[in-house]
């Protein structure tokens, strides 16, 4: 690899494109090294936990190295793309200058690692836990591949037995086990030893997984001599390939549906959900969505029973403020929200997301058409932003339109209320005192009980009920 002067060479680090979020799968790399990019040009698309996102890079070069492939979980900070910016692109189209032999060696990825900086010992391995003579013998691709084979750093001293105690020299000499700061944080929190770790990330990188793997491995196989012998237990992290796969699928849970399950978990065991029903007609409702339908002012806009379905909720907020509130657990404080920020589930391809419409509370309901529209599009696009999917105060969720009747809908953390939407079918129901067919539909509203009581709630389902079975009421009610 080319010598360079740490100025001259960029490391682009996984940015936070989203408040908070801890790491980011790459989707897909737009560039390779040797090419040349510029200021604002997209290198890469990366999967966050909560949507898609392409990375634009912040400087002119050419890119020196990728230091992930493609499918791979990066925390955010980790440099991704190393390039070659000012005297240093010159340089990085010109051919190698060190030694070909030491090329393919480990140490030259080592600026993979946040601070870390570029190492300059010709060893990168941790060190052997018995004679220093042939723990230097040994070369940095054997003890690699080593450690691949399962027999870890240790085997060269199996028979040695001060052999546990040599492992906290590794951090005296400079030479420690390759792992990233919050793997190195887990580690320390479950007690294990990196040095013991088998890593499995690129070019000899502990991670998290590695770690789960060493605490779930049995306790001989760290403390008995690693022979080929009692090698066979390293295989046990991989017991996942042994299920049949003509009769099984395995999908890893990352991305969106990791987050999605995550959040689930936290909202259903922490607030306290109540779920109240009830059956409506909206025969007048799916009528004047046809007539708008041949109104110009709505030309060109999403105009469907979820736009009237979304006015309603936001009259009954109106008509009930507090329902448009959030439990603010450190402070033991409810606060009620003076606007509303809309959620919309929607199902993607890469899971279950909640995109919300900013302030849905002042748009009209042509506005309101648009902005369903374009939410709509831009999710079925996997094009959704982590900023559209925070800071939501209530949602909607159409299972309707699956054939569902209705649900008792999770709570979206952090709001207070969620209304599942049922599908609308024709149905027997006693109109005028008549039993006739009409269009009925079942609505669904979940609520956190901590800071809405059963009357609140009722009063605002009975809100959405009649102005859906009234749509009239739009107008004197908002």
Wanted: charged content about 20%.
């Amino acid at each position: 690899m080319t010598t360079m002067t740490d100025s001259s060479v960029r490391e682009f680090k996984m940015p936070d494109v989203g408040e908070g979020l801890t790491e980011a799968e790459i989707l897909k790399w737009y560039v390779q090294p040797g090419d040349t990019v510029t200021d604002g040009q997209v290198v890469c698309e990366v999967e966050t936990a909560k949507a898609a996102v392409e990375l634009p890079i912040p400087y002119d070069g050419v890119v020196r190295e990728l230091h992930f492939p493609e499918g791979t979980t990066v925390d955010v900070g980790t440099s991704i793309i190393a390039v070659a910016v000012g005297d240093g692109a010159a340089a990085a189209e010109e051919p190698v200058q060190e030694a070909v032999p030491e090329e393919p060696k480990p140490e030259g990825r080592q600026p993979v690692l946040v601070g870390y900086g570029v190492a300059t010992s010709s060893t990168k391995r941790r060190p052997r836990k018995g004679a220093e003579a042939p723990a230097a013998a040994q070369t940095p691709s054997a003890a690699i591949q080593a450690e691949l084979n399962g027999h870890g750093p240790a085997a060269p001293a199996a028979p040695a037995a001060p052999a546990a105690p040599a492992a906290p020299a590794a951090p005296v000499t400079g030479d420690r086990p390759l792992a990233k700061p919050p793997v190195r944080k887990l580690a320390k929190d479950l007690g294990v030893d990196l040095a013991t770790v088998v890593p499995s990330g690129p070019d000899g990188i502990i991670t998290r997984e590695d770690v789960h793997a060493a605490v779930a491995a049995p306790e001989p196989a760290q403390t008995a001599a690693p022979r080929s012998e009692p090698a066979a237990p390293a295989p046990s992290p991989s017991a996942p390939t042994s299920y049949d796969t003509a009769r099984e699928t395995r999908i890893p849970v990352k991305g969106v549906r990791k987050a999605t399950a995550a959040a689930m978990v936290g909202s259903a065991f922490t607030a306290p959900h109540v779920t109240e029903f009830v059956t409506v007609d909206v025969t007048r409702t799916m009528k004047l969505v046809e007539e708008l339908k041949q109104d110009k002012e709505y030309t060109g806009l999403r105009v469907n029973p979820l736009l009237l379905i979304a006015k309603a909720l936001l009259v009954a907020i109106k008509r009930n403020p507090d329902i448009n509130a959030s439990w603010d657990e450190a402070a033991q404080e409810i606060v009620v929200k003076h606007y509303v920020n809309l959620g919309i589930a929607a199902a993607t391809p890469r899971g279950l997301i909640v995109p919300n419409i900013k302030d849905a509370h002042a748009q009209t309901l042509p506005q309101l058409a648009g902005s369903l529209g374009e939410l709509v599009s831009t999710a079925r696009e996997g094009k959704t932003s982590p900023a559209a999917m925070q800071g939501g105060t209530v949602t909607i969720t159409n299972v309707g339109v699956f054939g569902v009747d209705t649900g008792t809908p999770i709570l979206n953390p952090g709001e207070s209320a969620i209304l599942a939407v049922g599908a609308i079918k024709l149905q027997p129901w006693v109109h005028k005192g008549k039993v006739k067919p009409r269009q009925v539909t079942t609505l669904a509203l979940s609520f956190d009980h901590r800071l809405v009581d059963g009357e609140l709630g009722s009063k605002v389902l009975a809100d959405v009920a009649a102005v859906l079975e009234q749509p009239k009421r739009l107008i004197s009610w908002a």
